[in-house]
C-alpha cells in the first residue's frame, strides 16, 4: 500500500502542476487580447481625433470662402469652439499679413521683436547680428581637397533666407521662452498682394514692423488686452480673401482628454472646385 501512496501523491502534484500551467496560459491568452483590445481601441479613438481635426481645417475653408460676409470667419486670430461627432474642437485662422516677415526686417525691426519677446537685453546686439548672418548666402565652394578630407569652407552660421519659422530657434542666443512667444508672430509666407495689415497683428508683430521696442512686458500685456476688447467690427472680415496666404490651426479633443491637431497654412484660390492649396503643413 505504501508505494500506492506514493504514486497517489505523485499524480496530485502532477494534477495541480497542470491545472496551474493551463491556468498561466489561459491567463496569457487573455492579457493578449486585452492587450489587442486596448491597442484596437487607442488606434480607433486617435482615428476619430483625426477625424475630426480633418474635419475642423474643412469647416476653416468652407467657413472663410463664404460668400456671405455676414457668414464669413474672421481672420484676427481668435478662437471658434465647434463640435464635431462628440469631439470638441478649437479653430483659429491667421492672417500672414498680420505677422512680421522674417525676410523683410531690417536691424531695428529685428532688435525691436527680440527685445519685445523678452530676450535679455545684454543678448539683443548678438541675436541681432546672428539673424542677419543666418540669411546671408553661403557662396563659398569647396575645394577638391576639401571634399577629401570631408571639410568645407563654409563661414559659420550662414544658411540663406529662413524656410521655415522653427529656424529661428537655431540662433545661438534665442532660448526657448523667447522662441515661443516670437513664433505665432512672425512668418515666412508674406505676400506681395498687400503689405503689412496691422489690425489683423499680434502687439508683438506690430512692434517688430514699428521698429520700436516698448518699454516693458507690462506695456505689451496692455496691448494685448485692448487688442481683446476690440469690438466685431474691427475685425470682421472685408474680402473673400483670395489669394491671401492663412494659417488654420485645429485642436481636437475628446471627453477623456486625449487630443491631436492640425496646422496647414492655405492660400484660398476662388475655385470651386479646387477651392485652396496648401503652402505648409505640420
Same mark, same amino acid.
Given at each position: 500500500?505504501?508505494? $500506492?501512496?506514493?504514486?497517489? !501523491?505523485?499524480?496530485?502534484?502532477?494534477?495541480?502542476?497542470? +491545472?496551474? @500551467?493551463?491556468?498561466?496560459?489561459?491567463?496569457?491568452?487573455? $492579457?493578449?487580447?486585452?492587450?489587442?483590445?486596448?491597442?484596437?481601441?487607442?488606434?480607433?479613438? /486617435?482615428?476619430?481625433?483625426?477625424?475630426?481635426?480633418?474635419?475642423?481645417?474643412?469647416?476653416?475653408?468652407?467657413?472663410?470662402?463664404?460668400?456671405?460676409?455676414? #457668414?464669413? &470667419?474672421? =481672420?484676427?486670430?481668435?478662437?471658434?469652439?465647434?463640435?464635431?461627432?462628440?469631439?470638441? #474642437?478649437?479653430?483659429?485662422?491667421?492672417?500672414? *499679413?498680420?505677422?512680421?516677415?522674417?525676410?523683410? #526686417?531690417?536691424?531695428? /525691426?529685428?532688435?525691436?521683436?527680440?527685445?519685445?519677446?523678452? $530676450?535679455?537685453?545684454?543678448?539683443?546686439? @548678438?541675436?541681432?547680428?546672428?539673424?542677419?548672418? &543666418?540669411?546671408?548666402?553661403?557662396?563659398?565652394?569647396?575645394?577638391?581637397?576639401?571634399? =577629401?578630407?570631408?571639410?568645407? /569652407?563654409?563661414?559659420?552660421?550662414?544658411?540663406?533666407?529662413?524656410?521655415? +519659422?522653427?529656424?529661428?530657434?537655431? #540662433?545661438?542666443?534665442?532660448?526657448?521662452?523667447?522662441?515661443?512667444?516670437?513664433?505665432?508672430?512672425?512668418?515666412?509666407?508674406?505676400?506681395?498682394?498687400?503689405?503689412?495689415?496691422?489690425?489683423?497683428?499680434?502687439?508683438?508683430? *506690430?512692434?517688430?514692423?514699428?521698429?520700436?521696442?516698448?518699454?516693458?512686458?507690462?506695456?505689451?500685456?496692455?496691448?494685448? !488686452?485692448?487688442?481683446?476688447?476690440?469690438?466685431?467690427e474691427d475685425i470682421a472680415p472685408d474680402d473673400r480673401y483670395v489669394g491671401r496666404t492663412l494659417t488654420v490651426r485645429v485642436v481636437a479633443r475628446d471627453r477623456d482628454g486625449a487630443q491631436t491637431h492640425r496646422m496647414r497654412i492655405i492660400e484660398l484660390t476662388g475655385d470651386k472646385a479646387h477651392p485652396f492649396w496648401v503652402r505648409y503643413a505640420e
Amino acid at each position: 500500500m505504501k508505494p $500506492a501512496g506514493r504514486d497517489s !501523491g505523485y499524480a496530485l502534484v502532477a494534477a495541480v502542476t497542470a +491545472v496551474a @500551467a493551463f491556468a498561466y496560459l489561459a491567463f496569457q491568452v487573455l $492579457a493578449a487580447d486585452q492587450g489587442s483590445i486596448a491597442l484596437a481601441s487607442g488606434r480607433l479613438q /486617435q482615428a476619430k481625433l483625426s477625424a475630426a481635426a480633418d474635419a475642423g481645417l474643412s469647416l476653416a475653408v468652407h467657413g472663410l470662402a463664404a460668400e456671405d460676409r455676414g #457668414l464669413r &470667419w474672421s =481672420i484676427d486670430g481668435g478662437p471658434r469652439r465647434l463640435e464635431f461627432n462628440g469631439v470638441d #474642437l478649437t479653430v483659429t485662422v491667421e492672417d500672414e *499679413r498680420g505677422k512680421a516677415p522674417l525676410a523683410g #526686417l531690417n536691424d531695428s /525691426q529685428a532688435r525691436a521683436l527680440f527685445a519685445v519677446a523678452g $530676450a535679455p537685453r545684454d543678448k539683443l546686439d @548678438a541675436l541681432v547680428l546672428e539673424f542677419r548672418d &543666418w540669411q546671408k548666402e553661403d557662396t563659398t565652394a569647396p575645394s577638391a581637397s576639401d571634399d =577629401i578630407l570631408g571639410v568645407t /569652407q563654409s563661414p559659420a552660421g550662414r544658411h540663406g533666407p529662413f524656410r521655415t +519659422v522653427g529656424e529661428l530657434a537655431a #540662433l545661438k542666443d534665442l532660448d526657448v521662452a523667447t522662441f515661443n512667444r516670437i513664433a505665432p508672430a512672425v512668418t515666412i509666407f508674406f505676400e506681395e498682394n498687400g503689405g503689412f495689415e496691422p489690425s489683423h497683428a499680434t502687439p508683438l508683430a *506690430r512692434a517688430a514692423m514699428s521698429g520700436q521696442e516698448l518699454a516693458s512686458a507690462d506695456q505689451l500685456a496692455n496691448e494685448t !488686452g485692448l487688442d481683446n476688447e476690440r469690438v466685431a467690427e474691427d475685425i470682421a472680415p472685408d474680402d473673400r480673401y483670395v489669394g491671401r496666404t492663412l494659417t488654420v490651426r485645429v485642436v481636437a479633443r475628446d471627453r477623456d482628454g486625449a487630443q491631436t491637431h492640425r496646422m496647414r497654412i492655405i492660400e484660398l484660390t476662388g475655385d470651386k472646385a479646387h477651392p485652396f492649396w496648401v503652402r505648409y503643413a505640420e
